[in-house]
């Protein structure tokens, strides 16, 4: 399951950047401007945070608000902290990895997974993998949480697994995961999805109908898309297009989802299709 935005306290963050800027406006012109252009700046990027948040992610509002902010507060910690990951939950990898390389040491994570997805694969997977062995290193010395070292493994196989990188090591990166968080549908999703890169298509049903079991209503859009691919290559055509019709209805810019379908378009009879758009998602079976 693809990285998301974590919801900060964005109330706390408020207060604390506009009780910062009351103390350094004091008595002038310039710092009362200055302080209103970093109020606003902060409304915008509260308002990106709240598009990346939540089942459905509006990318368009959120790169359009994160830029805003930048134009408002570019030198403002938050601001500048908070850009990468409201660029990559956006899908704007480019822009995500421009804010990073603006930063002496940005997030490695962030920064793997951005040169991944903009092609440069080998550095970006290296990146990867060193921030998986010191996750590792600070779990084995009981620094991090289960959880934490659980979601790192995830985070990374599911972005090598993604990418049809390094297969196998992403299998057994995710399979600890799930050994870990067995309740974790983000972390079962990844796991059929590696089966489902590796070509083992029913074992991919197994795993992601279970995630689509575990996970809360109305549900992920990356996890119908993915057990709607899944059904696809095992002959349930039919459900399969439910799924994914039900993915972008929860993401309409879910451009895999997009293409997927249309590529079902071909196969299904009218009829068919009438009779799924009339239907919901359903359980998965």
């Not at 040491?105 to 993998?129: K, N």
Request: hydrophobic letters at 40%.
């Amino acid at each position: 399951m693809k990285l998301r935005l974590p919801a900060p306290a964005i109330g706390v963050l408020v207060a604390a950047l506009l009780i910062g800027g009351v103390y350094t406006a004091a008595g002038s012109l310039s710092g009362l401007d200055r302080m209103r252009k970093d109020y606003l700046a902060l409304r915008h990027l509260r308002e990106a945070m709240a598009a990346c948040v939540g089942e459905s992610i509006d990318r368009a509002t959120a790169a359009g608000e994160m830029n805003r902010a930048l134009e408002l507060a570019p030198d403002d910690p938050l601001v500048r902290s908070s850009a990468p990951q409201v660029f990559v939950a956006a899908g704007d990898y480019r822009r995500a990895l421009a804010e990073l390389m603006k930063e002496e040491s940005g997030d490695p994570y962030l920064l793997g997974m951005c040169l991944v997805e903009l092609g440069r694969r080998a550095e970006g997977a290296r990146l990867l993998l060193d921030t998986l062995k010191a996750t590792k290193s600070l779990y084995n010395a009981k620094q991090v949480s289960e959880q934490a070292y659980a979601m790192q493994l995830n985070n990374v196989g599911y972005l090598l697994a993604d990418n049809g990188m390094m297969l196998e090591e992403a299998k057994s990166m995710l399979e600890m995961a799930v050994q870990l968080l067995p309740l974790e549908p983000n972390c079962v999703d990844s796991l059929g999805w590696v089966h489902y890169r590796l070509g083992d298509h029913r074992k991919a049903v197994f795993y992601l109908e279970r995630a689509a079991r575990q996970q809360p209503q109305p549900g992920e859009p990356e996890i119908f898309y993915h057990l709607g691919t899944a059904y696809a290559q095992t002959g349930r055509v039919q459900r399969a297009e439910k799924l994914l019709t039900h993915a972008l209805r929860l993401d309409p810019e879910h451009e895999e989802a997009q293409r997927e379908l249309r590529k079902l378009r071909w196969t299904l009879p009218t009829s068919a299709l009438a009779h799924v758009d009339a239907i919901g998602p359903g359980r998965p079976g």
